[in-house]
């Protein structure tokens, strides 16, 4: 008996829980199988570099990161990261 007063079959758990795992699968296999953007908002560029988001502002204001716009959004591929990287560790 379960704490609500009442039992389920174990077949019906099986089933219900093989379906479950089904969708999850179906839903993220387009996600897993979807080719990740090349870019990078500020706010992940921010996680990569592991710094402030203003960090990020101030390197492009400084023309020291390469940056791509769309609109007003500013786009950053990690390979610039990276770079912006080396430079500041060759500076040091």
Not at 29 to 58: F, Q, T
Not at 61 to 71: E, F, I, Y
């Amino acid at each position: 008996m379960s704490d609500l007063g009442f039992t389920f079959a174990p077949e019906l758990v099986d089933a219900f829980s093989e379906r479950v795992a089904d969708v999850i699968v179906e839903r993220l296999g387009d996600v897993r199988s979807a080719e990740p953007s090349p870019y990078l908002d500020v706010a992940a560029a921010a996680r990569y570099l592991a710094c402030e988001e203003h960090r990020i502002y101030d390197l492009v204001h400084q023309r020291r990161l390469r940056v791509a716009r769309d609109g007003r959004r500013l786009l950053f591929r990690r390979e610039w990261l990276d770079e912006c990287l080396d430079d500041q560790s060759s500076e040091s």
